[in-house]
């Protein structure tokens, strides 16, 4: 992981541009955070969501990274590019302008190659990883890389109405504020006076606590065979199915489903339902037919909600405020709903 740099030091304009977030989490919180440089990879509608609330929070230095060119379709859901004379630009290229001036403070750049062909010591410069758009053996690999050198991992994707992101903090230690009750003042027991004594026995204070995550590839491969995993299944949301399903099209097709070709796509993904399910030991009919109808396209209010989720979980695993989510959060926008599971090897 990056050394940290001026982690004691904030300036007078910074903490008058970060006063209610200050206020929010704490002068300390807010000095991590500047102090903080993430690597946000995959620049459609959910990246585009992720990095607005990387900025506004005041990351030290924030890197866009997509060597994917802008398609008629980024513009419904990502608003950082411009809707006129952005078609065949690098996607992240276009999003510059426009992230850049949502907080100057920001150290906002851009980097238009491959993740895929990026060696290990490049991911070293980051304290947090954050994946969209990625195959599955890409997500595992990185995962795998960021676990190594203690680097903060995170991935989401949008598939049309559902949403999902995963975190890997490895052992990650956090503050979370504990409300303490002491008793009441004796000889004062009825009347307006006991609510106030009760009101001024009350106090804040800072617990330390640690919470360990599994990787990526681990929370994938649960084995449902065991009783104990059997009776966690009926627990379980089937969006992780769904999950499942979707990475296992984009790693056969290359690309996501396409509305264009949606008689085609929504073949081959009941297809790999059937298969990957059935290799799971777990029966296909957990994941309904109709699935299909609604995981085409990215929906910009999922959008909004996942990226929403996704970089308060950033900014509370860079200030270590606050418990993270761990390990999986899954959004249904036809329910209106989100969920956080955690799933893994135990």
């Keep these: 992981m990056v050394e940290k740099e001026e982690v004691g030091t904030i300036s007078e304009e ?18 991590r955070l500047r102090a903080s440089r993430v690597l946000l990879v995959g620049m459609k509608g959910l990246g585009a969501e992720v990095a607005k609330n990387l900025i506004l929070a005041g990351v030290k230095g924030l890197t866009m990274m997509d060597h994917q060119k802008v398609s008629p379709e980024d513009t419904g859901a990502q608003f950082l590019i411009p809707t006129t004379g952005s ?11 426009r992230a850049q001036n949502l907080n100057p403070m920001v150290d ?21 990883v954050c994946l969209t758009c990625c195959s599955r053996d890409v997500l595992v690999k990185i995962d795998q890389i960021c676990y190594k050198n203690s680097i903060k991992f995170f991935t989401g994707d949008v598939f049309g109405y559902h949403g999902y992101m995963f975190a890997n903090l490895g052992e990650h230690e956090f503050v979370e504020e504990k409300t303490k009750v002491s008793k009441v003042s004796p000889g004062v027991e009825d009347g307006p006076d ?5 009101l001024e026995a009350t106090e804040t204070m800072m617990v330390k606590k640690k919470v360990v995550f599994c990787p990526f590839k681990e929370a994938l491969e649960v084995d449902w065979s065991s009783d104990k995993a059997k009776a966690a299944l009926k627990r379980t949301t089937c ?13 056969d097709k290359g690309r996501d489903p396409q509305s264009g070709a949606y008689g085609e796509d929504s073949e081959l993904l009941l297809q790999i339902r059937n298969d990957l399910l059935e290799s799971l030991g777990v029966n296909p009919d957990l994941l309904p037919d109709d699935f299909v109808s609604y995981c085409f396209s990215e929906m910009a209010p999922v959008c909004a909600v996942v990226g929403g989720v996704l970089g308060q979980e950033v900014v509370k695993a860079l200030s ?9 959060f899954f959004f249904d926008g036809i329910k209106g709903n989100g969920i956080v ?5 135990k």
């Design 320 to 328: 270590q405020r606050d418990p993270p989510h761990n390990n999986f």
């Design 194 to 198: 006991t609510k106030k004594a009760k």
């Design 239 to 251: 969006d992780y199915f769904l999950l499942q399903v979707l990475l296992k099209f984009r790693t």
């Design 87 to 97: 078609s065949g630009r690098n996607r992240a290229e276009a999003s510059l302008e």
């Design 14 to 31: 910074e903490a008058a541009q970060y006063d209610r977030q200050i206020r929010l989490w704490g002068l300390e919180a807010q000095k």
């Design 108 to 128: 906002v750049k851009v980097d238009t190659e491959n993740v895929e062909n990026k060696p290990e010591t490049f991911f070293t410069q980051f304290d947090a």
């Design 341 to 345: 599971e955690c799933l893994g090897p």
